[in-house]
C-alpha cells in the first residue's frame, strides 16, 4: 500500500458579488437576520455572460492546483467531481473537465454528496492512490448554486445562505512515504432525505409533470431545507465524525493545528470550535465572504488557509462535513 498526499490546493469564485442589502431588494430579508444566524455578509454568484458554469469554475480551480502541483492535465490519471449542481442531467462535470482540460481518456467520476461531496470525493482518490492504481487523481468540487434558487420572499430560508464557487486539489501518490492523508471517515443515514433535498426535476418530478401540476406552493423543483433540523443534527455529527477521525490516528484535540470545517453555518463552526475548545487561529472559516458553497466550500477554504501561510508542513489538518442525506465525513491530513 501506499500513502497519498495533496500536493496543489486551487479555488475560483465568481466576480460577482451579492451583498445582503441587495438581497433585500428581493425579498424580505435584511443584513442583520442573515448576519446575526448564519455570519454571512456576502456571497458570489455567477452573472449572466461571465462564462462561468458549475464545469468552468471546476476548471479554473483545476488548472491553479495543477500548475501548484507541478503537473500538466495529461499527468492526470482520474477525476472525481463532486457536485449537486451540474450543467447538465447527464453526463456529469467530470467528463466536462477532461474535454476542457484536454486530458487522456481518463476515468471521470461524479460523486452525489452535496456537502459532503467534497470529503467523498477526497476519500475516493485517496482509496485509488493508496493502492497504487493510480499516481495523480484531480478532486474537484463546484457549485452553481445562484442558477437553480428561489429568490422570492418564499424561498429565503435557503437562497440567502447559498452561493457559487469552484475549490480543487491534486491528491498524488506520497513518494516520501512521511504523513499525508492519514484516514477518512464516511457516514449517512438516508431516513432524513428529504429534510434538506431537490425534488425535481428528476424522475419522480419530471418535467412534464411539473408543466401539468404548475405548482405554486409546494414546490418540488426548488431546494427545501429544514434548517432547525438540519442544524441540530450537523453539530453532533460534526463533532462525532471530528472525534472518529482523531480517534482512529490515536491523536486528540490538542494535536489539531487547523480544523476546515465544511461553510454551512458560522454558528455551526463556532459550535464545534467552542465544544473542542479549539482557539480561534485553529479553525479556519471564509462562509462570511461566499457564504455556503456545498462541495466547493471546503477546498476554497483550505486553498485560502494555504495561501495566507496557515497550513505548513507538518501540520494537523482536518476536513469535516456534514450535509443532505443525510452524509458526513471527516479526513484527517499530515501536511
Ligand atoms: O450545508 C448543508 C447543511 N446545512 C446546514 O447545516 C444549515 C443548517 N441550518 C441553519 O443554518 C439555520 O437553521 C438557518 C440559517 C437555515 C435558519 O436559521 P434558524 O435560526 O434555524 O431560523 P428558522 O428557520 O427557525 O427561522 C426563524 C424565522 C422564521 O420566521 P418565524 O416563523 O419565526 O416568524 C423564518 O420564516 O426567520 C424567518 N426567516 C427569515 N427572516 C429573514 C427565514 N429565513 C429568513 C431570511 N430573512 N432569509
Avoid at 458554469?53 to 463532486?82: C, H, Q, W, Y
Avoid at 452525489?112 to 475516493?124: P, T
Avoid at 428561489?150 to 475549490?167: K, M, P
Amino acid at each position: 500500500m501506499y500513502t497519498s498526499r495533496i500536493t496543489g490546493v486551487g479555488a475560483y469564485v465568481p466576480e460577482n458579488v451579492v451583498t445582503n442589502d441587495q438581497l433585500s431588494k428581493l425579498m424580505d430579508t435584511n443584513d442583520a437576520w442573515i448576519q446575526e444566524r448564519t455570519g454571512i455578509k456576502e456571497r458570489r454568484h455567477i452573472k449572466k455572460g461571465d462564462g462561468n458554469n458549475t464545469s468552468v469554475m471546476g476548471v479554473k480551480a483545476a488548472t491553479i492546483a495543477l500548475e501548484r502541483a507541478n503537473l500538466k492535465p495529461v499527468d492526470i490519471d482520474m477525476i472525481v467531481f463532486a457536485t449537486l449542481s451540474p450543467d447538465m442531467y447527464f453526463p456529469g462535470g467530470g467528463v466536462q473537465v477532461q474535454e476542457m482540460m484536454g486530458m487522456r481518456t481518463i476515468p471521470a467520476l461524479d460523486v452525489r454528496n452535496q456537502c459532503s461531496g467534497f470529503v467523498y470525493a477526497l476519500s475516493v482518490a485517496d482509496q485509488f492512490v493508496k493502492t497504487g492504481m493510480y499516481k495523480h487523481v484531480l478532486v474537484i468540487g463546484s457549485e452553481n448554486h445562484s442558477g437553480g434558487l428561489d429568490f422570492t420572499t418564499r424561498g429565503r430560508g435557503v437562497s440567502v445562505i447559498f452561493g457559487d464557487g469552484a475549490g480543487a486539489v491534486v491528491v498524488s501518490r506520497n513518494e516520501d512515504g512521511k504523513g499525508g492523508i492519514l484516514s477518512t471517515h464516511l457516514h449517512s443515514e438516508g431516513k432524513h432525505k428529504d429534510e434538506l433535498a431537490l425534488q425535481g426535476p428528476s424522475t419522480n418530478y419530471w418535467v412534464p409533470q411539473i408543466i401539468a401540476e404548475n405548482p405554486t406552493e409546494d414546490i418540488p423543483y426548488y431546494p427545501y431545507m429544514n434548517g432547525t433540523f438540519v442544524f441540530k443534527h450537523a453539530i453532533v455529527r460534526f463533532s462525532e465524525v471530528i472525534k472518529e477521525g482523531l480517534k482512529a490516528n490515536n491523536l486528540s484535540v490538542e494535536d489539531i493545528d487547523m480544523l476546515i470545517p465544511h461553510q454551512a453555518n458560522l454558528r455551526i463552526s463556532q459550535f464545534v470550535q467552542h465544544k473542542f475548545r479549539l482557539p480561534d487561529d485553529k479553525v479556519f472559516n471564509n462562509i462570511q465572504k461566499y457564504g455556503n458553497t456545498t462541495a466547493a466550500s471546503i477546498p476554497i477554504a483550505l486553498t485560502e488557509a494555504w495561501e495566507k501561510g496557515k497550513i505548513k508542513e507538518g501540520d494537523l489538518v482536518v476536513l469535516a462535513a456534514f450535509g443532505s442525506g443525510f452524509t458526513w465525513g471527516s479526513v484527517i491530513i499530515r501536511w
